[in-house]
C-alpha cells in the first residue's frame, strides 16, 4: 500500500479499542465529542500527503521499487535527510496549530533506535532483534500506520528503580515467558496519541541494573489487543467555542494511561527480552531522535509566540515603544536559538551502525534545554503584551448578540484602522495559546515532554566533552601533564 | 449597622443590575450557575467577620462610638494598622483558596486616594469634595458595603492619550454637565468583582493633559444605576469538579466590561470634576494602597506554590535529590523576598494629609515587580517538580468507576506510603493552580493587575531618590559640586 | 579608656607581629607602601568616633558608668539597636568608599555569637566560658580594640570533614592540652584586617563530628603572639594613583594565611575547647550576625553602582533613552530590595539568650542572596552604560602632558557642558569599582564572604518553614492530616 | 613575498609611529616593557604561519599563481570557506591564552565589507572605488600586513549625531578635498592593535545623514603617517609574574585614542569620500564580518572558562556535588550554544556580489548576544566554584620563600594527590581570567567589543522576520489578509 487516505486512517481506528473517557468505554473514538478532535488533528498527516504543497515533503519514493511512502518511514542517512524530517515535522505542526501530529514521528523514533541497539545486539551474537525490527518496519511503512509509543513507567517512588518499589509492578515487566511469545504487565503513564493509532511501541524508561531483567522489555503490539486499556486523561476536555479558542477548539492531542493487564506479545513482536544492558542504550537512542523531533516540532510553537506577540503589540498601538522592541527582540532571539541549534544538530550529526544518521546529541539537548528554561519567560513577555483582556474578555455568545455586541465593537477597538475583532479575535488565540488548559499543557511540556529539563541537563553533563578545556585550562596554568 | 450578615450582602444583591453573561441578562446572580460561584467565594469577606478565629482581625470598634465594622474601612494611621490590613489581607485571600476576595480592600484604597487628593483640593480652595468623600466613606462603613473600582479605560490606541483617539469615548468622559449632576459615558475593562459589589467607584485611569478636563472625572454609584451595563467575562467559566480543581471549582472572581451609557451621577457623588492637575495624583494614589493591596494578597499565592512543590516532590519521592533542594530553595526566596518587601513597605510608611499612612511607595513597586518578574520562572519551577501528570491525569469519574478507579488507585501511587489518592489530590491542585485557565488568569494577573509590570518598573524609576547615589559617585569620583 | 584616638590605634600596632609580604618580614605595618593603605582605611573608624558628624552613631554612653565606647561593642537587644548598628556598618563603608572597615563590625559579630553559645554552656552546667567571654568583652569594649575574625579553615578535600583528610592539619586543631592553657596547631585562610588589629578571634568553621574534639576550639589571642604568622596576600598589591584608581588607590583591605605554628593559649581565652556540640552552633551564631554585617555594607556598593550608572549615563548623554531608563531602573529595585530586606531583618529580629537580638536569619539570608546572585548582572549593566573607555582610556600622566594632555580634553568629552575631566574620573571610578582587581575581588567576595551562595542558599532551606506551606497545600487540596 | 617570518614583522615596526605610553613618545615598540609584551602577543600570527601544527589552517595557496598567503586574505566565498576562518581564529586565539590576535581578522572583515560596498558603487556608477580596494587588498596580502581597523568616533554626546555635536571634530572628518586627497581629523577610541600594525583602515561608526558628507569617509594609512598620532591606553600595563598572571603577564592587546591632526590621505587611499548614503551599509558590512570574528574568537575564552571551573571543581574536591554539576552543565550548554549558534551562522551564509559569503546575520548576531548577555554570570559561576583564594592567595614571592613557602605547600592542598602548585596555579589562572585587570577587560570587551549588547539586539531585531510569523498568527487566528 504505501500510503494511505484520511478516509482509511479513520476507518482503521473501529478495531474493538478498549479506550476509557470519563469513566466510560469509549464505542467509536472517531465520533466521540473530545476524542474526535485528537483524530481529526491527527489525520492532517494524511491529508498533507495528498496535498500539493506539501507531498513532495510529506513522501518519497523508493529508488528500487519506486513504491511512494511517508517520509517519516525513511532511515536517515544524512544530514540532509534530518533536514528534511525536521522541516516535515514543523511543516504538519504548523498545520496542526502549533500542536505536534506525532502520530508518525514518535513511531520511527523508535523504530530508528531500535534499528540501532538491535544491530548492536546482533554484532553481540543475538541477529533475531534486527530481523524482526526491520520487518516490522516494513510492515509499518507499508500499511502507513500510526504509531504510538509507550515509554514512561508509572514509576512509584522516583528516588527507586524498578526492583525497589513497593510495587513490583511500578515499572512493566514479564511475567511470563512462553515459546511463543511473552506475558507483559503493568502500566505506562501519559501515552501519546495512542487513542489514535493503529500500533504501539513499547520501551523501556530507563538503564536496567542486571537483577532487573524482566522490566528489560521492549515490544510493539495493535492497539486493539486483549488486555491493553487507554484510559484517556479529560484534561481540557470540553467543547470549545473556535472564536474562544481557535486552537484547541479544532486541535487535540490524547494521552492515556496505558495499562497492560497480562497482555500476550508474540514472539516477533518482541525487540527486547531480558537484555539489562541494552534497557538503557534502547531509551537513550530512542530520546536522541525523539528530543530533535521535539526540538523541530517546537519551531512553530515560537513562531507562533513571537507572530503574535508583534501583531497584538501592532493592535494596541504601542509596536514602537522602547520595552516593546526589547520584548520583541527576546522573542526573537530565543527562537532563532532555538532553530539555530536544531539546524547546526542535524548539520552536525553522528552516522551510526547500521548507517543511521543520530542528530547531534550534545546540540539537540542544548536546543531543549534552551527551549524548556525560557518558555515560561517568553510565555510572560507575550502576556505582558496583550494587556489583561487575555483572561477578562467577552464570550462569542457576547460578540454575537444584538444587545452586548454593539458595545464590544465600539468599545474594544485598538489603534485607528484596527477593527474590534481582529483585536478580539488576536486576544482570543493568545488566551487559548498561553492563558487556557492548552496553555497550560503547553508549559508542562514544555518542562517535561520528551524528557524533562533535568534530563537535558544530565544529558548536556554527559554530552559535553569536558576534558578538552580541563587540559587546556592545566596547560595555560602550568600544569604539566601527569 | 456597620456589620452585616452574608445572608444579608446576598440578598442586597437583588436590586435589578444589568448583568450580562454570554449574551443573556443574568436574573440572579446569586443564584446563577458561574457568576453565583463569584458571590459565595466574595461572601467569605462576611463569614470571616462572624469568624471567631478572625473577629479581631476582621473587625474594629470604634473608641467614640462603640460602633463596630469591618477593618478594612478603617483609615491606616500607623504602620500597625497596615501591618493588619495587610494582615486581613493575607488571612481573607488564604480563605478564598489564593484567590482574593477584593470586595472591601479595592473600594478602600479608592477611598484613602480619595480622601487624599480631596484633601489637597480642599487645601487649594476646593472644600467641597473632601467633604463628599468623608460622607461616602462614612455611608460605606456604616452600611458594610461592598465595593467595586473601575480605572481601566478601554484606552483605544494605547500610544494616544483621552484627546487624539480615533473614538472620542475611548475614555470615560462627561457628556454633560447639570446643575444636580453629571452625564457620564464610556466604558471601563476588567472592572473586578462589580458583578456582585453594591457600589463601585469609578477612577481616572492616568493623568490628563489641561485640555482633557472632561476626562478628569471620579464618582461612585450603584451597580444598579440606570445605564450602567456589566458584560461579564466568560473567561473559566464552565462548571467543574472540585476533585479536578480543587481551587477553581469553589472560588472564582467575575470581571465585567463595564458600561456607561449616558448614566447620570448626583453632585453628592461627584469627587472629581474636571480638575485635570488632579487626575494623575488620584490614579497614582490609588494605586499606591492598591499594590499594598496586590502585594499582600499574593502572599498565599507564594505559600501555595512552595507548598505545594514540596508536598508533592515528598509524594514523588525525590525531595531529597540537591535539584529539588535547590529549586524549594529558590521558590522559598521568592516568598521570603516578596514578603520582606512587602513587610518593610508597611514600617516604612509615609504619613500624609489629612492624617493617612501611605505604603513606602518604592517598596511596594519593588514587592511587586519582584513578585510579578518572576512569577512565570516559580510556575515553572513548581510543574518541574510535579511531572506531566498535571495535564495527563484521570477524570473524577475515573477514580470512581469501578472498571477504571482500580487501576487508578493501583498505579498512581507514590513514595511508599503515599495513597494514589493523596497524590492525584495534589496534582490536581497544582494542576488547577498552574496549569488550568486559573492557572492562566493567575499567570496574566502576575503581569497585568493593580498596574503593569512596565508600570512598577515606571514607578521604581520615580520613587528611587538617584541624586544621592550619583552625588556619592561624583564625590568618590572626585568632581566637584558645581 | 573606651575610646582611642587615630594616632593610639596606629602606634598599638608596633608590636611584633609577624607579618610577611612579597616573602619578606614587615618591619612596620603602618609604613608599608601597601599594608599601609589597609591601616589608613582601618582608621577610619577611629576618625568617626572623633567626627561630629558620625558621633552620635558611632559612639554609645553607658547609662550607669557614664563611660563612652564605640557602638559595635554594644550588645543589641531590640531591633533599633540592628538598625543602629546596620546604619553605622553602612555610614563607615561610605566612608571608606563602599570597602568596608570590618575592625570592629567582624569581631563584635563574633563575641553576640560567643555570648549566646557561652550562655547555652552555662545551661548545660559550664559556666566558665560565659564568665570568659563577658571578660574579653569588657577588655576590648574598653581598650577600645581592633579585631580580627579567623574561621575558614585551609580545608582540604572541600568534600571530607576535619577527621578525614589527607592531612590532620587543614583544620586549625589542638595539639597539647595544658594546666594553664592549650596549643594549637593548622591555618586559616583568607583572615580579613588581621595585620592591622590588636586582637584575632578563632571561630570554627562548621559543625564537628563527636569524634572531631581536637577541632572544636575557639579562642582570642593578641595578633602578635609568638607562633601566629601572617602570610598577606598580594592580591591588588601595587602602587596605585589615585586619578586612575580613584578607590583602591587610598582604600585596601588585607587577607591573611593565618599560621599557627603550635601556639600556646592561655585557660582565659579559651572559649571552646572539645564541645563538639556546641561547634556548629557557633560558627552558625557567627554567620547570624556577620551576614546581616554583610548586607549591611554592601549597601554603599550598590548605592555606588547605581550612582555612577546614573552618572555616567548622563555624561554620555542617553540618559533618556528607554534601555538606559530600564537599566537604571534594574539597579535601583536590586538595591532597594537588599536594603529592604535588610532593614526587615532588623525589624523582625528575634531576642535570645542571654537577651540579644539576633537579626532575622531567613530575611538576612535571603538578602544576602539576593545580592549575591545578581551583583555580577549588576556589574555588566553599569559597564555597559559607560562604554569601552572603562578598559582603554588614557593614564594620569597622558592627562597631565602637555602634547597628549590636550588631544584628551578635546575629544573625550561627553554630552554639552560635560568636561571631559568630569566623564574621564567617572570612567575611571567605575573602571575601578567594575573592572580592575579591586572590581574582581568585590565580584569574589559576593560569592564567597561571609558564606558562599550555596551557604546562603542552604540556610534559607533551613530557616523557611516549609511546613505550614505544606499544610495549606494538602488542606486546599483536600487531603485529610494524618 | 606572501607570507613574512615573525622577525620581518618585528622589524617593520621600526617606522617612526608616533606612540605616546603613560605620556611619553614610545620610541621602539617592540622592546617597550608594556606594548613589547603586545608585540611578542600578534607575532603568533606569523608562528602559526610557519608552524607545522597549524600551517595548512593558517595559509592557503593562490591555485593559479602558486603563491601562498595568509589564510586570513582569502576572501570567502562558501560555507566551508567561513567555517574553515572561524577555526583559524580560534586557533589563534587558543594559542593567544584567550586572548585574539586580530592583527589580521579585523583588517580583513574590514576588507571584506569594502569589497561589499565599492561593488555596489561600481553598480551605481562609480568604479573607482572597488578598483582601490582590490589594490589595496592585494598589496595586504602579498606584502602579508598586520592591519588595524580604527572605527568608533569619539561621539561626544551619544544621543546625537555628527553635525549636532558641541564640537565637529568629535567624528572624524575631511576638512579638505585636493586633487591628490584629501586631509582628515578627528580621533578614533579603542583602535585595537593599531601600536603594532603596519597599516590601519580607517571607517565610519555609523549611517550618515544627507548632509554630513564630511562624516562618510573611510580610507587606510600606514601608521607611520605624519599626523597619525596614537595615545596608548595604560589599562592593566603593569609588569605582570606570569606565575601570578598566567595569561596576562605574557599576552597583551594595546588599544588607542587615534588622533588624526589634519593627516593627508592620497586618493589611491580612499574608499568613501561624502556618499552619504553608503556610510551606513559599509559600517554594518563590517560589522557583519566583525562579530562573526568575535563569536569565534569568544570560544577558547568559553572553553577556558568551563576547562577551569572543572579542574579547580575536582582540585577542591567538590566535582560530584550536585550544584556543582548544575553549574557545570550551565557553563557547559552556554558554550555549546554560543559554538553551535556560530557554526549555524556559517553554513547559513548568504553569498552576496561580488560573491562574497557573509555568516547569516541573525545567527551571529544571536550568538553574539547570547556570548554577552551571559558571560557575567558564567564568570560568577567559575568564581563561585573556586573559592575565595582567587584574591586572597599568595604572592611568587611568598612562594619561593623559605621561610613562607613550607607553610603554603602543607597548608594549600586540595583534595588528595592534588599538589599544592597545581591547585595554586590553576587559582591564580582563574584570578587572572576573572578577578584581575585583564578579567575586567574581558568583561567589558563582552559588551562593548564588536557591538554592544544594544547594537546586538537592534541587529537582531532588523534581521529577523516578524512578517512571516505575524501573519501565521493572524492566520490561526481566523483574521482574513487585507
Known sequence: MGLRTPEQYLASLHDGREVYYRGELVKDVTTHPIIGVAVAHAAIDYHMAEDSRYRDLAVVT?????????????????????????????????EGATLVVLIKEIGTDALFAMHIVADELARRGKPEYLQRVRRYHDLCRREDYALAVAQTDVKGDR??????????????????ERPDGIIVRGAKVHTSVSTNTNEMIVLPTRAMASDDGAYAVAFALPVATKGVKLLASSYGGFRKDPFEFPISAGHKMMETLTVFDDVFVPRERVFLCGET???????????????FTAVSYKLPLLELLVGSARAIAEYNGIERAGHVREKLTRLAAYHATVRGLTD?????????????????????????YQFAANYHQAVQVVQDLSGGLLVTG???????????GPYLRK?????KGVPAEHRLRMLNLISDLTASDF????????????????AEKLQTYREYDFDGPAAYARKLAGIEPD
Chains 1, 2, 3, 4 share one sequence.
Open 277 to 291: 544492558d541494552a534497557a538503557g542504550p534502547l531509551a537513550l537512542a530512542f530520546v536522541k531522535f525523539h528530543r
Open 344 to 368: 547546526a544538530a542535524a548539520q552536525q550529526c553522528a552516522v551510526v551502525p547500521p548507517g543511521i544518521a543520530v542528530p547531534n546529541t550534545l546540540l539537540t539537548n542544548v536546543a531543549k
Open 159 to 176: 528516588g527507586l528503580g524498578p526492583g525497589g518499589q513497593e510495587h513490583p509492578d511500578y515499572y512493566v515487566r514479564i511475567v511470563e
Open 411 to 415: 468599545y474594544l477597538g485598538g489603534k
Open 439 to 454: 496553555g497550560g499543557y503547553q508549559e508542562v511540556l514544555a518542562v517535561h515532554a520528551e524528557g524533562s529539563l533535568e
Open 62 to 94: 523508493d529508488a528500487e521499487t519506486g513504491e511512494r511512502f511517508s517520509r517519516y518511514y525513511q532511515i536517515p542517512r544524512t544530514p540532509e535527510d534530518l533536514v528534511l524530517r525536521s522541516r516535515l515535522i514543523a511543516a504538519s505542526t504548523r
Open 394 to 404: 467577552p464570550s462569542v455568545e457576547d460578540w454575537q448578540s444584538g444587545v452586548t
